[in-house]
DNA sequence: AAAACTCCTCTTTTT
DNA sequence: GAGGAGTTTT
């Protein structure tokens, strides 16, 4: 009745104790949680908010949620679907009093973690520019669980980092005077709550009779530790991965957790999602041949029905330019021959510095494209700061937001006042806010700054004072008052405009809630481009044409991670993501010479084009870029494509004597590249395009 | 408080 | 080679 395949309908009916779901690409899994979302409230007469349901990202959590609704045409608000922040901050947004938060907590950002270690770097007198990897650092602590004790208690050992661990203390306390909570401290304190509250824990235990995960193989250690206490009790756990697209383990995701599953949990049902829905046999060939020399991986056999398609393209150019104009001008003849329209094809790149070069190139020929990731919206520094004045309203314990905005728009308050201010508040541990408005009773300020300051309080104060209607009017009033609208310029204003206009008549905490653990807003393209991305921000995406380009030793793999064998799978991970985001046609690029940052860098072959079947794949090298010549590249003699002719399945050509015909069929490479065309009335005929004369139309 | 200057960094990135 | 941040100069 779902149009399941066996494995998928298996799947979905082992509903007792726990499962694992190895899911190929494109084999279908978020369908298939979709289906077993619904067969759990249908057949086992769950209810809608009893099934806790993980997903990687918000905006797969809102496309779950619509696929659900949609299939069983019903509203599922108040459904327990999301990503593992937006989870626990429901959960502790309940619970949180126990330990010692506010439930009003601030949801504090990478960039607010930035600024707190900043601060607390410089009150240490220890050099600032650390800051970054001193937040990777307490970031990968905690989602590994080691709280800020834990990790001075291990301290004694050899190699210990000592700033390290004053940094995190102090950086700890900070966020707790802040009544704030950190991406990681989301789980953390989750993980705390359930493990130091069990009456609390059998609560959640009782209600969430199902656990689904999604993504399974980026989950990090602290995450797996919540589903383990959440699952402990019914063991309803079904979890779906695929540990060759694993690609964050930068931000601390650990493969291992797909690989522990059935060892942590007895009894585990393990099925394989094989048949792949998306890509050609050739595109499965390609991709898996490379992904095999993975050395640790379940193995798995992808197969498809779609039969073998097109053999994928290989491309060496003498340039980074060659590349970026070759590969537009191909997207231009598949778009003119009329197969595709431009939001068919995306080009694929392991460094954004890689985008600049094709963005020109596509200009230049007139091919409309969309940057797909890039800077988030939320991310700007108008609109953090505007939310910073909301955050400070709501939340009078926000320091981060009170140094963010004290002097915003200008109001002559400098490094001194500040200062006064900050010690004000270590004196007395208030917060900030707090403190200057004490200090305002005193003497502590010359005339003027105590006027300025007065104000900028009782600007705050209104803010939390007032009752608003929605975000939009809180912010709209915001806006106004503080004279922001006065201080952007152009550009800037508009966007704040523009939040404001998307928050109206929304709730403001969920507003907050939403806009804290959502950071980018890639609306959905309407118009008919052409999308750059990312391999990473491919991920869960597909195409029918897809470019991965700089198939270079020190761009994909990347140089910063040739450093052990765990790194280069990661890239090769990262390689076979890229590649399996195909539908039909696949091309691969790289060039000889490729700029990176001020120099010009002589580049190798990937070592991943050694693993490439080469039945699957059709070889050039263009050198020279209007006159190819030939020469050899990896380890084999290649013969150079015609000068840019390219003919595909479909394309129609004129024949001087035969006319009009279609290709049917397309191989063999350079001088030997040959063709079967189908001319009406007169059949099919093998062709060698090097003395045909064939005229591409 | 703006302008001019130097220094630094530059993987990937969602939450 | 460019953008950001911090510092110094005006």
């Known amino acids: 009745m779902y149009d399941l395949n066996p494995k998928q309908k298996e799947a979905l009916n082992y509903s007792e104790g726990p499962m694992l779901v190895f899911a190929g690409a494109g084999s279908g899994k978020t369908r298939l949680i979709a289906h077993k979302f619904i067969h759990l409230t249908k057949v086992k007469k769950l209810s809608h908010d009893s099934i806790f349901t993980v997903t ?30 937006s989870q626990c901050s429901r959960i502790l947004r309940k619970e949180i009093k126990v330990l010692g938060y506010n439930n009003n907590f601030t949801i504090y950002d990478e960039d607010d973690q930035y600024n707190l270690v ?135 995701a650990n493969i291992n957790n797909i690989y522990n599953f059935e060892k942590d949990f007895t009894g ?74 431009y939001r068919d094809f995306a080009v694929f790149y392991r460094v954004n510095l890689q985008a600049r070069v094709l963005e020109d190139a596509l200009r230049d020929n007139g091919i409309p494209y969309r940057i797909v990731g890039g800077i988030s919206f939320y991310q700007r520094k108008e609109i953090k700061d505007i939310i910073a004045f909301m955050r400070l309203a709501l939340n009078h314990g926000d320091n981060v937001s009170f140094r963010r905005i004290i002097n915003i728009p200008h109001r002559g308050i400098g490094s001194a006042t500040i200062s006064k201010i900050e010690h004000e508040a270590r004196k007395k541990s208030l917060s900030l806010f707090d403190a200057l408005k004490l200090s305002l009773k005193g003497e502590s300020f010359a005339p003027a700054v105590k006027e300025k300051l007065t104000e900028f309080v009782n600007m705050i104060d209104t803010f939390s004072a007032t009752k608003y209607k929605s975000a939009g009017d809180m912010l709209e009033h915001i806006y106004e008052i503080t004279g922001l609208s006065e201080f952007f310029e152009e550009e800037r204003k508009n966007n704040i405009e523009d939040l404001i206009s998307s928050s109206n008549n929304k709730d403001i905490k969920d507003f907050i809630d939403r806009i804290s653990l959502i950071t980018n807003m890639d609306e959905p393209c309407n118009t008919d481009c052409v999308s750059l991305m990312t391999l990473h921000n491919a991920k869960g995406l597909e195409f029918p044409v897809v470019f991965i380009t700089g198939l270079e030793e020190g761009v994909l793999p990347y140089c910063k991670a040739l450093n052990n064998e765990e790194e280069i799978a990661e890239e090769r991970r990262l390689f076979y993501v890229g590649m399996t985001r195909a539908k039909d046609i696949l091309w691969l690029t790289g060039a000889r010479k490729r700029k990176l940052y001020a120099k010009l860098q002589e580049q190798e072959p990937s070592r991943f084009l050694k693993d490439v079947p080469k039945e699957c794949c059709k070889w050039m090298e263009k050198i020279s870029f209007n006159h190819p010549i030939q020469i ?58 090097r003395f045909a004369n064939l005229e591409k139309i």
Request: contains cysteine.
């Open 56 to 85: 990687f990202t918000n905006k797969a959590a809102d496309e779950m949620k619509e696929r659900i609704s949609r299939l069983i045409e019903k509203d599922i608000n108040g459904a327990w679907i999301g990503t593992f922040h």
């Open 118 to 252: 900043r601060h607390i770097l410089k009150e240490f007198k220890i050099y600032e520019a650390l800051y970054k990897g001193i937040v990777t650092r307490i970031s990968f602590l905690k989602s590994s669980l080691i709280s800020p004790q834990d990790f001075l208690s291990t301290g004694d050992g050899f190699g210990f980092d000592e700033k390290l661990a004053k940094v995190y203390v102090r950086y700890q306390d900070e966020l707790k005077r802040c009544n704030a909570l950190d991406f990681d401290d989301l789980i953390m304190l989750t993980v705390k709550l359930f493990k130091e509250y069990r009456d609390i824990l059998e609560m959640y235990q009782n209600k969430f009779q199902y656990i689904l995960v999604d993504e399974f193989q980026d989950t990090n250690f602290a995450q797996y530790h919540l589903l383990k206490l959440l699952a402990s009790g019914h063991k309803n756990i079904c979890v779906v991965g695929d540990d060759d697209q694993s690609i964050y383990k930068f931000r601390g």
């Open 268 to 341: 585990t049902k393990i099925i394989k999602l094989e048949q792949n829905y998306r890509c050609t046999q050739h595109i499965l060939d390609v991709s898996g041949a490379v992904i095999s020399r993975n050395s640790k991986r379940k193995n798995k056999n992808l197969w498809t029905e779609k039969g073998r398609g097109e053999k994928v393209q290989f491309c060496w150019f003498n340039t980074y330019e060659d590349e970026a104009k070759y590969i537009a001008r191909v997207i231009k003849e598949y778009y003119l021959k009329g197969t595709n329209s």
């Open 632 to 689: 050899s590249t990896i380890k084999q003699k290649i013969k150079i494509a015609e000068n840019f002719t390219i003919y595909t399945t479909g394309c129609r050509v004129k024949h001087p004597s035969w006319g009009i015909g279609v290709v049917r069929d397309c191989y063999g490479d350079g001088d030997d590249a040959k063709v079967m065309v189908n001319f009406p009335n007169i059949g099919i005929k093998r062709l060698a395009v």
